[in-house]
């Protein structure tokens, strides 16, 4: 039954390219609402869709990337250059070592997954898992070890469409009294997902996210929203 309802996904289904779209459209949805409307919180709502999509792609990359180690540079590199961004805007200093942004959570994920695929016995991959949870949970970025929980389960479930997706919706309801609930609706574009890449936009996303940061910062501290 999977394989056949697979099939009828990828013929009707979302390519990678309009999952990113929708990843980055909830992303700013998300951010614009933390910083010039915080009191809306229909904002956050929409923007907990975002995350979930973006460590999904980050599973779909790792599996075709011809060169992970230059993956996890891209990643490292746009980490270190979008942090003073993501603390300006989303902590209100310069350097907030209280929290760092998700592209360090992804750049973890891509070690943990490069780990896990060369090793070959469950209790070793239990180990990786812990220590990149550990990892996270130490340099406190962007969702922290339960980040680090939803990219394994993507990654290791990565064959099985429905169970990853029950698992991926179950992931969001593990933040006590958050509102990141709602982000168990990304399962839904998830589902569709075709398996085509689509068009490509291989450096977009890295330059949007510090620059979009920096947009919001400088409408909030010059227009006093």
């Known amino acids: 039954m999977e394989k ?4 009828v996904v990828k013929k009707t289904g979302l390519t990678s390219y309009q999952l990113k779209w929708i990843a980055i459209i909830t992303m700013l949805i998300d951010h614009t609402g933390a910083v010039l409307f915080p009191q809306i919180l229909a904002f956050r709502y929409v923007g907990r869709c975002s995350f979930p999509i973006f460590c999904f792609l980050l599973t779909e990359g790792f599996e075709h990337t011809r ?4 993956y996890m540079v891209r990643l490292g590199g746009f980490a270190l250059l979008s942090e003073v ?20 959570t992804l750049f973890l994920g891509v070690v943990l997954m490069y780990m896990l695929k060369r090793s070959k016995e469950l209790p070793l991959k239990v180990v990786e898992i812990l220590a990149v949870m550990a990892a996270a949970d130490f340099l406190r970025t962007d969702y922290g070890f339960k980040g680090i929980i939803l990219i394994a389960v993507f990654y290791l479930l990565r064959e099985h469409l429905w169970l990853k997706t029950v698992c991926g919706g179950v992931w969001n309801f593990l933040w006590n009294g958050s509102i990141q609930g709602y982000g168990a609706l990304a399962m839904i574009p998830i589902a569709l997902y075709n398996g085509e890449r689509g068009r490509r936009m291989k450096y977009f996303f890295y330059f949007f996210y510090p620059a979009h940061l920096l947009v919001l910062y400088l409408v909030h501290r010059y227009f006093s929203f």
């Open 4 to 7: 056949k309802g697979t099939e």
């Open 85 to 104: 961004p993501y603390d300006l805007t989303l902590h209100g200093g310069v350097m907030n070592w209280e929290r760092q942004n998700v592209f360090f």
């Open 67 to 70: 060169d992970v180690r230059m």
